[in-house]
């Protein structure tokens, strides 16, 4: 079974700061996506970040990038010049490549206040 | 249109009341999913459909009801809810089941409280 572990409840960053957000995961399969997905209070769940784990490069999409090591089974995000509306819930999230694989895995959440 | 659009937004009713969640895709999805999420939880996978058939039971109990009318619309048929059940419930799509790769769209959820 996959599970993916995020150490960090709460973190907050000063506006224009840069913050790291912490995830590892466990698997045994060589083929698989990982995600970074925001939930604001508006509720809808957001994609932030995709990483296909095949591909070595680091994604990034504007101010956000990822730090993958996937011998370390770690997928971190990094935030640079946060803004207040980056405010919200982020989770990290898992999913196999195989077939009859349908379950996107989800850590337990890190809550991120962008103070002003 | 890059939206799933969930109706209700909230939704109260009663333990004894019959209810439908809706929610709708049209990016031409063919795979199509129910979450439930507790306060300060991760979501939980409840159904998977693909191609309008049901892929994913997660032993859910029967007092729940997923149905997939055609590929843009799924729904999820409440009765006899317990107020344990109280949660966001979230839709989400993805172009099909081996496209999840490329992630999932949530809607914004339909807050239920079954009181």
């Known amino acids: 079974a996959q599970t993916v572990t995020q150490s960090q409840p709460e973190m907050s960053v000063q506006e224009a700061e840069t913050v790291t957000l912490s995830c590892t995961y466990d698997?045994?399969?060589?083929?698989?996506?990982l995600f970074w997905y925001k939930q604001p209070p508006s509720r809808q769940m957001i994609l932030v970040i995709r990483q296909e784990a095949y591909k070595q490069q680091n994604a990034t999409e504007n101010r956000f990038s990822v730090n993958f090591q996937k011998a370390a089974k770690s997928f971190s995000l990094k935030i640079s010049d946060s803004q207040l509306g980056d405010t919200a819930m982020y989770f990290c999230?898992?999913?196999?490549?195989?077939?009859?694989?349908?379950?996107?895995?989800f850590g337990k959440g890190t809550k991120l206040s962008v103070i002003p | 249109d890059t939206e799933v659009t969930q109706t209700p937004k909230h939704l109260v009713m009663g333990m004894t009341n019959k209810k439908s969640l809706k929610c709708e895709q049209h990016?031409?999805?063919?795979?199509m999913y129910w979450y439930k999420q507790k306060a300060k939880k991760p979501p939980e996978l409840m159904f998977v459909y693909s191609y309008e058939k049901l892929s994913i039971n997660e032993s859910v109990p029967s007092r729940f009801s997923p149905e997939c009318p055609n590929s843009s619309l799924l729904n999820l048929h409440l009765h006899a809810l317990q107020p344990e059940d109280s949660a966001l419930y979230l839709c989400?799509?993805?172009?099909?089941?081996?496209?999840?790769?490329?992630?999932?769209?949530f809607g914004s959820g339909t807050r239920l409280t079954v009181v």
């Open positions: 698997t045994s399969e060589n083929n698989y996506y």
């Open positions: 999230a898992f999913i196999n490549s195989g077939a009859g694989s349908y379950q996107l895995t």
């Open positions: 990016m031409g999805h063919r795979a």
């Open positions: 989400a799509s993805s172009q099909d089941i081996r496209g999840r790769g490329y992630g999932y769209t």
